[in-house]
């Protein structure tokens, strides 16, 4: 975000904790994974159906969005579309915007973070002020983008993790608190770990989105930092929720307890947008230069 959108929207979400934003990116119908495309040519097909025209002061938006989380109670969309000659970005459309229709999913929301539901945009306007990404930046085969996935999926592990250090202080066992016990002690410990790794990857990818540069200067390596970001914190908040149910014991898999909903949640991380399977197939193909120019050596680390 530049200043100035800073300046327009986040001051709603400070002021209001149900001012909530959505990300609309999922198509039907359209499957961007790589599958047995690894080091084989793809074609060379716009990512997104739904098409953003500049006109003046505004982009037109067309197109429709399945599987939005939150749709029904988000104030702001952030919506993936590809925008012609400058390649794909996202562009902020308040749910009040005219030409923008929301209808409620009855996808199965067990498979989502939570309800979900569709959006149309027929002939939407927005004022150009809005495009945070206008160009490929973000959807790039280097894999330098906008982190956003993941760092939405570090809040499952926090909120994991701040639940079973909870329990860990109040549970008493054998005369004292379970904290105090060195598996439940050396198990919080090993999730404390796992986040604050996956959290410092993250904002050294967000870092490095900022700062294109970085690369050329050897400051920051040659290497997809969004992805590996994406692909280790996936596996990381899986284990580090699995072993936040632990500490429940047998209370973990509870449907009254939260911990069961983190446990299925942090299962969908390792397999939505790409997956961390074939992140690490794009990263692979990285490492071999393939589908961008070959690129200097690495930055000593």
Known sequence: ??????????????????????????????????????????????????????????WIINGRKDRVIGASQAALFAVRASLGDNGAGTLLVPHDTPGLTVTPSE??????????????????????GNCVAADAALFDHAGRGIPQDAALNLGIGRAAYEAALDYAQLRVQGGRPIIEHQAIGAKLAEIAIRLEVARAAIWQA?????????????????????????????????????????CFGA???????????????????????????????RIAEALAHYRRPAAPALAAE
């Open 107 to 128: 996808a199965n929301t067990r498979r989502e973070h939570g309800a979900c539901g569709a959006l149309v945009l027929q002939d939407c306007a927005v004022p150009a």
């Open 206 to 246: 967000a870092w490095a989105s900022d700062h294109p540069d970085a690369v050329a200067e050897r400051s920051l390596p040659d290497l997809p930092l969004t992805t590996i970001a994406g692909a280790f914190a996936a596996e990381a908040i899986y284990r580090a929720v699995k072993d936040a149910a632990e």
């Open 1 to 58: 975000m530049t200043q100035e959108q800073r300046a327009r929207f986040l001051p709603a979400f400070l002021a209001d904790h149900r001012h909530h934003l959505a990300l609309a990116e999922h198509e039907a119908h359209r499957d961007t994974s790589l599958g047995i495309n690894y080091h084989r040519p793809q074609a060379n097909a716009a990512r997104f159906a739904t098409a953003a025209v500049r006109s003046g002061d505004a």
């Open 251 to 281: 209370m973990g898999v509870m449907r009254d307890m939260p911990l069961q909903k983190y446990v299925h949640d942090a299962r969908v991380c390792l397999h939505s947008g790409a997956g961390a399977s074939e992140a690490k197939l």
